[in-house]
């Protein structure tokens, strides 16, 4: 089982980025799936997470701006991230509880994807 994360890139402020992760392997259930950034200097935060259901939750200095989806079908997650600002520059990790066969027996765990930097810059 492993997260691939992609979409990153350098972009002005104001402009829109879009990043994916995406889940693969023997992947029974996903349950919550999120977005965390580590900016350099700073602990890694919660951007936003979403529930297998479709709730969504956002930190309060995203709200209105960056948005988390997610497609079950595709096992990946999605933040469309608009009106970006220069202190939204960070390496963002996709994270991801993820059951699966292990054997006979089901296993939950806490997955993360590599990280992809977003930078915006002027």
């Known amino acids: 089982v492993q997260l691939q994360a992609s979409g990153g890139g350098l972009v002005q402020p104001g402009w829109s980025l879009r990043v994916s992760c995406a889940a693969s392997?023997?992947?029974?259930?996903?349950?919550?799936m999120g977005w965390y950034r580590q900016a350099p200097g700073k602990q890694r935060e919660l951007v936003a997470y979403?529930?297998?259901?479709?709730?969504?939750n956002a930190a309060d200095s995203v709200k209105g701006r960056f948005t988390i989806s997610r497609d079950n079908a595709k096992n990946t997650v999605y933040l469309q991230m608009n009106s970006l600002k220069p202190e939204d520059t960070a390496v963002y990790y996709c994270?991801?509880?993820?059951?699966?066969?292990?054997?006979?027996?089901?296993?939950?765990?806490?997955?993360w994807g590599k990280g992809t930097q977003v930078t915006v810059s002027s």
């Open positions: 994270n991801a509880v993820i059951t699966y066969y292990s054997g006979s027996s089901l296993t939950s765990e806490d997955y």
């Open positions: 392997g023997s992947i029974l259930r996903i349950d919550n």
């Open positions: 979403v529930t297998r259901a479709g709730t969504t």
